[in-house]
């Protein structure tokens, strides 16, 4: 008799990132977030609050965001695509419209993560090379001294 009205939520934030995971491999993210964590609970944590104190890396940095910004499946290069994935309030200053110090430090070490990440890939591509050209050898020199 009432006409009821349908009500759908959406749980995704206005601005973020969906869809298709790009770029990065498994172990790839997996080697991220290892790397952002460590980051976290060493650099990150001295830098913000000296060398004592008692509190944890995430309470800078929550792991939620760090998990994130490991799965999103791309190399992020500016702090526009970081905004892109994650909110981290302590990260940017709205005022300025600027990444903050903090901001700035996880630029860079995002930056140094996917430049190892890249020296990685080809050692295990040369490990490729040299164990197929290996396995070649063995092959051809079997059968030339059978």
């Known amino acids: 008799m009432f006409p009821v009205e349908k009500v759908t939520v959406k749980p995704i934030v206005p601005g973020l990132k969906c869809g298709k995971k790009k770029g990065i ?3 790839g993210q997996g080697y991220i977030h290892e790397k952002l964590k460590n ?12 060398d004592l104190t008692g509190l944890s890396g995430a309470t800078i940095i929550a792991d939620d965001v ?5 799965t999103c499946g791309e190399c992020l290069e500016s702090y526009s695509q970081v905004q892109q994935h994650v909110r ?32 990685l890939e080809e050692a295990e591509e040369w490990a490729q090379y040299c164990a197929n050209t290996m396995k070649d050898f063995v092959i051809m020199t079997e059968k030339y001294f059978q």
Do not use: C, H, R
Not at 39 to 50: K, S, V
Not at 93 to 116: A, C, F, H, Q, R
């Open 25 to 27: 491999s498994e172990e």
């Open 39 to 50: 980051w976290q609970d060493e650099t990150l944590l001295d830098a913000f609050y000296g």
């Open 66 to 70: 760090i998990e994130k910004l490991a």
């Open 88 to 119: 981290w309030a302590l990260g940017y200053d709205e005022s300025t419209n600027m990444p903050t110090v903090w901001g700035d430090m996880l630029m860079t070490e995002l930056e140094m993560i996917y430049k190892m990440m890249e020296g």
